[in-house]
């Protein structure tokens, strides 16, 4: 659905201009930007790595992007076909191929004897991967895959068309080769499929998390009627993905002052997008080029006079047109399948570790009063809180006795943590020293709030101590191990672990990704955790 709300002021929202306090100002420079995934210089990063760790193989020798040239022939060559496709959507494809494949083979071992001699189906791997093809043909042309949101009855409805043009398309294959349909067989492949594939889909309404579900952070420029007319238009919009985290005035964007509050506010509110909703030409340039400086995509609110809006390439927001004049280009597919493989090695590591998990929990138990789990609230990428899962450590006042124990704190900055912590049990000594207190985190990865490699998520009182530059760090998901971890550990200075994690986002890649898992292990059996 879509959001809206007030955050960037202590005042009320008096109309649809934001009233700014002042604003600390901030120098100009790649800490104001919004981190971009493995857009960064490698050489750069390269010099905040110790040098122990900089040796062939190591992520310093993570591959360049693809050349300007190289990637404009790809987008030349690509059909318009597959740009419908939208990279994060690519779990969900598989997932329908998966399913509609687990139809297939059900009904070969349970019905194919009994309907072949009837009705002499042709239901072998040939047609099953005409089937496909024509389901993803016509799934994709619906745009079942595209970013456009849906409500599930209407995603619903996408994937039933898609299977029933599939189905008909087969049959028609099949009887133009000379082959007998098997319209039995064929119907009723289409048919649980289209059954399981809604299935599916109510299910992930019901039980999924928002986590999951990419949303985008936005600043309204303007204090027009237009202007909280869009911010209304996204309320009233189920499907929206976009969250108006306020707005900011003309005059506020204008003069000497105007771009670093934009580069402040983008900043601490983590802000993904600027949408331009006003006829001031000098506000409009000003925040279209300093959003473009800071790497955040622009939409414009165009003034089409009384055109209709499904006549142009726009986006239609509720009655409001959005027309995107600036994207910041992203490594979405790429990050798709870093997603697909969170969520197959988190499976795999929770089956695998069940025997091992039931044990630490049958410790805890015998050790200490209390929960097995402890469920404490963290700060994730974009800000967005969630509750981090572990194996209770400490005793069940943990939280309350923090802020007593604050004068005692050891690190530098931001963090918490001191030796011979009190709060810890007999037994969470030895799973924090071999980190196996987080193995629950397996299950944050499975809800999108995590991932298996990014920077740590910290508690929000940790948070509100962070300063503007360190907010870059909430550019990124976070992980239950990442580039510090395997690197500076022991290291006492916040400054040197946010340095770590930009340096990380800057030039991040799946290869880099696999080098942090493959030296986490040699990390966790040398007992390093604290």
Known sequence: MG?????LGATRLRGPELALAAVPRVESGPASARLIPGAGNLRSATNEIPQSVQREGTWASAPQALPSGATRLAVFVLPEFFRRFHPALLGACLLDIAGILLVFLLESAAFASTLAGRYS????????????????????TEGLYSSLRRTISSECGVAAKAILWATVLTCLALRCSGAKPGWPSLALLGGVSACALCAARMLKAVFGTNATRERRNVLIVGSSATAQETADAIRRDSCSRFCVKGFLAEHHVRGIHGPTRLRTIAREECIDEIIIATRDAE???????????????????????????????????AGVPLLQIHRQPLPEWTLAVKRIADVTLAVAGLVALSPLLFIIAAAIKLDSRGP?????????????????????TM???????KEDLRVRNEREGAFFKIANDPRVTRAGWFLRRYSLDELPQLWNVLRGEMSLVGPRPHPPDDVDRYRVEHMQRLDFVPGITGLWQVTARRDRSFERSVTLDVEYIKTWSLALDLRILWKTIPAVFQGSGA
């Not at 959001?3 to 955050?7: G, R, S």
């Not at 414009?300 to 726009?314: K, M, R």
């Open 395 to 401: 005793i069940p006042q943990a939280d309350a006795a």
């Open 283 to 317: 506000a409009a340039e000003a925040a279209i080029r300093e959003a473009r400086r800071n790497q955040l995509d622009v939409r414009l609110v165009p003034e089409l006079f009384g055109a209709e809006p499904e006549a142009l390439e726009l986006e239609n927001l």
């Open 121 to 140: 189906p042709q239901l072998n791997l040939t047609t099953l991967g005409f089937f496909l093809a024509a389901f993803l043909l016509f799934a994709v």
């Open 372 to 392: 097995v789990f402890y469920r404490g609230v963290r700060v994730g990428r974009k800000r967005q809180q969630f509750l981090c899962c572990k194996f209770r």
């Open 3 to 7: 959001y809206a709300a007030n955050i």
